[in-house]
């Protein structure tokens, strides 16, 4: 079992920038896969941004150059660094774990609340 807590979320102006962490317990964070997602009201959750255990990193069109994610495998952390904030980035933001040799065991955070005001 995976617990994972994010922290980081909060209201900005748009132009700004947020660092979202997200720490995890509970098992070997150097085997997970791990992502950000973002659900905005009344839409889908939608993929963010993705690293691997190698540290590849793959991104959404609408963040790529924005956005940057990472991890500290030391510290069982993942971050999303966020910059150039716009109101469309208003979302609850989860950050999303899984092993990386199984697709069917997937660890979700409570999720953090981003607000990017015009």
């Known amino acids: 079992q995976v617990q994972l807590v994010e922290s980081g979320g909060g209201l900005v102006q748009a132009g700004g920038s947020l660092r979202l962490s997200c720490a995890a317990s509970g098992s070997t964070f150097s085997i997970m896969v791990l992502g950000w997602y973002r659900q905005a009201p009344g839409k889908q959750r939608e993929l963010v941004a993705v690293?691997?255990?190698?540290?590849?990193?793959n991104y959404a069109d609408s963040v790529k150059g924005r956005f940057t994610i990472s991890r500290d495998n030391a510290k069982s952390t993942v971050y999303l660094q966020m910059n150039s904030l716009k109101p469309e980035d208003t979302a609850v933001y989860y950050c999303h774990a899984r092993p990386s040799y199984t697709v069917t065991q997937n660890y979700w955070g409570q999720g953090t609340q981003v607000t990017v005001s015009s």
């Open positions: 690293i691997n255990t190698g540290g590849s990193t």
